[in-house]
């Protein structure tokens, strides 16, 4: 089992910046892909980046590429999501995802990941 914890979600005006932060316990021995995943009231639930064991590759959004960078730091079983250029339309909870293996087809899907936190609230005002 892994247990998952985001932190860092907050109230950020347009234009602003904020860091997510997952911290993994448990099973952290083997090798995981870990996304960020996000959900805004009334929608589904959307990929917005994810990240391979060895900090490559990774894949991420269009709407948020070239504004987010998603990376990762083992040696604290911790990933993070660098969120820049926010805007109204990135509010939303966001949630962690863990996946063992690599990088796949799956890893842009909900159903590719076996654990999840329980989200962090990020509110964009214009």
């Known amino acids: 089992q892994v247990q998952l914890v985001e932190s860092g979600g907050g109230l950020v005006q347009a234009g602003g910046a904020l860091r997510l932060s997952c911290a993994a316990s448990?099973?952290?021995?083997?090798?995981?892909?870990m996304g960020w995943f996000r959900q805004a009231p009334g929608k589904e639930r959307e990929f917005v980046a994810a990240i391979s064991w060895r900090g490559r590759p990774t894949i991420y959004a269009d709407s948020v590429k070239g504004r987010f960078t998603i990376s990762r730091d083992n040696a604290k079983n911790t990933v993070y999501l660098q969120m820049n250029s926010l805007k109204p339309e990135d509010t939303a909870v966001y949630y962690c995802?863990?996946?063992?293996?690599?990088?796949?087809?799956?890893?842009?899907?909900?159903?590719?990941?076996?654990?999840w936190g329980q989200g962090t609230q990020v509110t964009v005002s214009s």
């Open positions: 448990g099973r952290t021995n083997s090798s995981f892909v």
């Open positions: 995802a863990a996946a063992e293996g690599g990088i796949s087809s799956t890893s842009r899907r909900s159903m590719g990941y076996d654990y």
